[in-house]
């Protein structure tokens, strides 16, 4: 195989066609095993760890360990962009640029194949980022643990920049988040008499609209937080009053306190509505994933970098609310994150999200002469 002898925008459609939940990407992993098979052996080692992959490049004189990550899961969106490679999943969809993810990430690997550095580089793909979460249990796994980098770092499309640019900071890039989902048990009946049950149709409509003061109403203003319900289901039919409702979302906030914060808030909503409502109520917070936390040194050096070489515009940037569970990679290890412009017409997490996929090559390209650069600079010094 040659340099540059993978086709990544035929490997980037490929994996676009096939979205699928966290951890159960197992078409995903075959796909990227095969794709991997393809390359010479010789210099690399490859290891499964439930649905992900993990991918050793030996280097030439390694000192050190250098990570790169990419994620591997879907979301249950509706693809609605129109594309002849559109996902196969009905219901399914890399909505969150996933693939984009994976194919750098198997860009990244081709080239030092064949332009071996003096670190090794472990590429990591890891599943289920958009839940459970699947950063903190590979970081946690005997596989991640024998390979663990010395520094870490990662991309995210983000479509509201233009191809050519990245955007980044130093310190807090992603909000912390915790999941939501609240259970409220009542009484069901016949629709005629309300009086003989407890309506739980009502009493979600309450709190749906009590949960929007938490953040408003609750935390300083120059602090950031949101509460977002994404799903609200009750009921069984048209005229049975509904014994049983169930809000999902998501909370986040930049700071920890905050988010501890709005979690004491929602449990006290939540008892108001068992007192008022007389029925019984569960929260269970899901999966929490901590902070981006981007080690200000690192991304300060990137930053400087990719400016003077590395062909793109960089955009510092504020933090966004968006959650990441790359942030336990860095709650451990030194490195960063960044926004890859990939100017989608719609936004992450919707139908119709279709990245350019021009920033590929782009990324690839930028990743590969940093890491290289970096190794070489670090053995230097
Ligand atoms: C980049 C991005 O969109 N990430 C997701 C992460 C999901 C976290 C978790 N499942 C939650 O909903 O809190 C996001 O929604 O920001």
Redesign the pocket.
């Known amino acids: 195989m040659t340099p540059g002898a993978l086709d990544l925008q035929a490997i980037r459609r490929d994996l676009h066609r096939i979205p699928e939940p966290g951890f159960q990407e197992f078409e995903t992993q075959r796909y990227i095993l095969d794709v991997l098979a393809r390359l010479p052996a010789s210099r690399i080692e490859v290891k499964t760890w439930r649905t992900g992959v993990l991918v050793r490049i030996k280097g030439t004189a390694p000192r050190r360990v250098v990570g790169y990550r990419a994620d591997m899961d879907g979301l249950p969106v509706e693809e609605a962009t129109g594309l002849a490679f559109r996902s196969v999943r009905p219901g399914y969809m890399h909505a ?1 640029g996933h693939d984009v993810h994976m194919t750098v990430a198997l860009g990244v690997v081709e080239h030092f194949v064949h332009h071996p550095v003096r670190d090794d580089l472990v590429v990591v793909f890891q599943p289920a ?5 699947g950063a903190l249990p590979m970081r946690e796994s005997p596989e991640f643990s024998r390979w663990k980098p010395d520094w870490i770092i990662a991309l ?1 499309v983000a479509p509201e920049y233009p191809v050519g640019t990245i955007a980044l900071r130093e310190g807090t890039l ?1 909000a912390g ?3 939501l989902f609240i259970d409220l048990i009542g009484q069901g009946g016949h629709a005629a008499f309300p009086h003989r049950a407890k309506d739980m149709a009502v009493a979600a409509a309450h709190l749906l609209v009590q949960l929007q003061t938490v953040v408003a109403r609750n935390l300083n203003p120059l602090d950031a937080g949101v509460v977002t319900i994404g799903r609200m289901e009750a009921g069984t039919k048209q005229n049975i009053i509904a014994e049983r409702a169930r809000l999902e979302g ?3 906030a930049l700071s920890t306190e905050s988010l501890s914060q709005m979690k004491e808030r929602i449990e006290a909503l939540v008892r108001g509505i068992e007192e008022g409502f007389s029925c019984r109520a569960t929260i269970d917070y ?2 929490n ?1 901590q902070q981006v936390y981007n080690t200000p040194d690192l991304t300060r050096e990137f930053m400087d970098w990719a400016a003077r070489e590395g062909g793109v515009t960089v955009i510092p940037c504020e933090p966004a ?5 790359f942030g336990y990679f860095l709650e451990t290890i030194p490195g960063f994150m960044f926004w890859l412009g990939v100017d989608s017409p719609e936004g ?2 919707s139908a119709g999200m279709n990245p350019d996929e021009r920033a590929i090559d782009i990324a690839v390209s930028l990743l590969t002469r940093y890491f290289t650069w970096k190794i070489e600079r670090d053995a230097a010094v």
């Open positions: 969150c980022e958009e839940g459970p979460g995210h992603f988040t915790s999941e998501t909370i986040r899901g999966a994933y609310m968006t959650g990441e569970d992450l997490h």
